[in-house]
C-alpha cells in the first residue's frame, strides 16, 4: 500500500481504515522522508485511537526513532500531549518496569530525554508527569551538559525549576561550558533599574 495513503489516514484519523485492513495490506513500519513512522504522526496530530491501534499491532515502533532520534515520546512531551504521553508510558509499564524506564531515558541526537524537551517548549504537565514516572531523569545531561533543572532556570521556567528541585532534591546542577545552576540564576536575575533603585 502507497506510504502516502497510509499516512493521511493517520493524519485524518480514520480507525475504521485500521480496523478493516487489520494490518494486512501496509508495513506499519513504513517511515516518511524525515524518518518518521506512523507512531511519530500520530503523536503530532494527537490521534490517540490511532496510536493504541498501531502498538498493539506493532509494539517495536515505541522505541523507532526519527532522523533526529526522537521517539513518538519525544513528539508528545514537545508538543504538550499529556493523554498520548500517559499513552506511550503506560504501553511501557505494561509490559515491565525496564521498558518503561528505557523508554523514558531514550535520547535523541542532541542527548535530550523527553524531559529535556518538555522543559525546552514548557510543558509544566508532562515534566511533572515525566519526573512522577522516573525522578532518575533529573540527573541526565544532554550533548551541551545541560541537566533538566539548569535548563528550566536557563529558560527562566521557575515554576519547573521549582518542581524538579522539590520532587528530585539530589537532582544534577550541571550546566553547559562549565556552569551550573547558580550560574543560570545569576545571569538570568531580573535586572533592576539602578536609578530607581532606593537603598
Do not use: W
Request: net charge neutral; hydrophobic share 40%.
Amino acid at each position: 500500500m502507497d506510504v502516502e495513503v497510509l499516512f493521511n489516514n493517520v493524519i485524518s484519523g480514520n480507525v475504521s481504515f485500521f480496523e478493516e485492513t487489520r494490518g494486512e495490506h501496509f508495513n506499519l513500519k513504513q517511515v516518511t522522508e524525515k524518518g518518521n513512522s506512523i507512531l511519530h504522526v500520530a503523536a503530532k496530530f494527537g490521534k490517540l485511537e490511532i496510536m493504541k491501534k498501531v502498538l498493539d499491532s506493532q509494539p517495536s515502533l515505541l522505541y523507532m526513532t526519527n532522523c533526529k532520534g526522537n521517539t513518538a515520546l519525544h513528539t508528545a512531551a514537545i508538543l504538550g500531549n499529556v493523554d498520548m504521553t500517559k499513552l506511550l508510558i503506560t504501553f511501557a509499564k505494561d509490559k515491565e518496569v525496564e521498558t518503561k524506564v528505557e523508554l523514558l531515558r531514550m535520547q535523541n541526537q542532541e542527548k535530550n530525554t523527553a524531559l529535556h524537551e518538555a522543559i525546552r517548549n514548557y510543558r509544566y504537565d508532562i515534566v511533572e508527569l515525566l519526573i512522577r514516572e522516573d525522578p532518575g531523569l533529573a540527573l541526565f545531561t544532554n550533548n551541551a551538559e545541560e541537566s533538566p533543572l539548569f535548563l528550566a532556570v536557563d529558560l527562566r521556567f521557575y515554576k519547573i525549576a521549582l518542581h524538579i528541585l522539590e520532587a528530585v532534591p539530589n537532582c544534577s546542577y550541571g550546566g553547559r561550558k562549565g556552569m551550573n545552576v547558580l550560574h543560570a540564576a545569576v545571569i538570568n536575575r531580573p535586572k533592576i533599574d539602578s536609578l530607581n533603585f532606593i537603598p
